[in-house]
């Protein structure tokens, strides 16, 4: 399904040439839950960012579905991040003026759908992930690992190829942690969504199938997790 080779990400040039990935390259099949570790400055969100064309590679290739995004013009990366990329941020990225249906099916509205269809979408999104029942909630009015719940919701309603999330606990306790993961696992073993997501949080293995470990801007490590 996604497919990486030899990309590579430099910031700056000469003597300051950053090398945020230094040649990459790695498959994720379709129905995969995939972690992506490594110290800060590794390269992991750097890889994650460039995975859901939030970022440009500098040189190298990366295909989804056979189709080359890395090549693509950037009205057409823009649609397919917009119609086919769900993306959970690390700070929920909620708007704070908006319900939880609200928040979630604004994508929806701008692909062009009727506000009564994406409500719809919306309540079964959200629905999936726990929350249906606080669905005139506003973000002020929820908990952390709620919000973050709302994310997911937003990312999975337009039903993506993939979704991608950035340090998705990290603002969370262990609690709330605990119910976003089982989100995101139950996600992944119902409804075969494919996840990518970094972590730096060695419990948060259990949860996924693979392990990707980068160090200093190279994958040094791709381990399939037994037991899970």
Request: overall charge positive; hydrophobic content about 40%; aromatic content about 6%.
């Given at each position: 399904m996604i497919k990486v080779k030899n990309l590579k990400r430099y910031y700056g040039s000469g003597s300051t040439t950053v090398k945020a990935l230094n040649g990459v390259s790695f498959e994720i099949n379709k129905g995969e839950f995939v972690a992506i570790m490594g110290?800060?400055?590794?390269?992991?969100?750097?890889?994650?960012?460039i995975l859901a064309l939030l970022d440009d590679a500098t040189s190298g290739e990366y295909t989804i579905r056979g189709l080359k995004v890395s090549s693509l013009p950037e009205a057409e990366r823009s649609y397919y991040r917009l119609t086919q990329v769900g993306y959970v941020f690390q700070d929920y990225a909620l708007i704070n003026e908006m319900t939880a249906a609200e928040n979630v099916y604004i994508l929806s509205m701008m692909e062009g759908k009727s506000k009564k269809e994406s409500y719809k979408v919306a309540l079964e999104a959200l629905e999936k992930v726990g929350l249906k029942d606080k669905h005139d909630r506003i973000p002020d009015e929820l908990s952390g690992g709620e919000?973050?719940?709302?994310?997911?919701?937003?990312?999975?309603?337009?039903?993506?190829?993939?979704?991608?999330?950035?340090?998705?606990?990290?603002?969370?306790?262990?609690?709330?942690?605990?119910?976003?993961?089982?989100?995101?696992?139950?996600?992944?073993?119902?409804?075969?969504?494919?996840?990518?997501?970094?972590?730096?949080?060695?419990?948060?293995?259990?949860y996924v199938d693979r392990v990707i470990t980068f160090k200093d801007g190279v994958?040094?490590?791709d381990e399939w997790v037994e037991d899970r």
């Open positions: 110290a800060s400055g590794s390269g992991k969100t750097t890889i994650l960012r919000k973050q719940r709302v994310a997911i919701a937003r990312a999975i309603a337009k039903k993506p190829d993939i979704m991608f999330a950035d340090e998705p606990c990290a603002n969370l306790d262990t609690r709330n942690s605990e119910q976003v993961l089982d989100v995101f696992k139950d996600l992944n073993d119902n409804y075969g969504q494919t996840i990518v997501m970094v972590t730096h949080e060695p419990w948060h293995v259990k994958m040094v490590g």
